[in-house]
């Protein structure tokens, strides 16, 4: 397992950020895009109520500029939780390009991000957001499960644990509103003993969860505010 305590030598994202080197502030801007950009699309679309065209390209836009412009190597730990800042930035942001009228120009000269908006977009509900502060947290959150799942599968498949995955998404990755099934039934349906099926949701459940705890301490800058995402994310103290 590995050793979950915040690192004092490895460079967080945030750190990147800010570095004077510029490929290495790229490359951290990659990884942040990673693992924001879905909550930024969502919450374009809610809080501003932008079309999913206009939407796609301020998220776009939004990273591009924030990288060019070095706005990140301004954050201060202490003054807020960085996802806190990047909401602050991504609202002054919409803002700025509404008053400049910059929607014309967006794209123009840019690379754009390879980014999944269609299935962003399908996941985008109706009307507009009452608390956008808590709106883009619960997307941040659920953002970060969704790509830890993803790296679950993975880490799984690469120790020969496809079981192990099998039995965790169908356990915990139900449909909404669908009914959790028992140990029973979901042992029965996997064609192993409840206690097997014990061992392999606990396992899956600690790599999950180491996994969920390495992003949060790539996305944080110092130990309190890594124990505090993790307290909010998984309820745990570490």
Known sequence: MADLRFPTTTMSIVFGLQSEDAAERARSMDRLAAAYWKPVYKYVRMRWQKPPHEA??????????????????????????????????LDRFVVDAARHDQAKKRGDGVVPLSLDFAAAEAEVGEGGVADPERFFEAEWVRHLFEVSLVQLRTTLAAHGREGHFVAFERYHVAETGAEKPSYASLAEQLGISVPELTHRLQYARREFRA????????????PEEFRSEARLVLGVDV
């Open 56 to 89: 796609e390209e301020i998220t776009q836009e939004f990273f591009l500029r924030v990288l060019a412009k070095h706005t990140f190597q301004g954050y201060e730990a202490a003054k807020a939780r960085f996802r806190t800042f990047v909401r602050v930035c």
């Open 211 to 222: 996994i969920v705890l390495l992003t949060l301490r790539d996305l944080t800058t110092d």
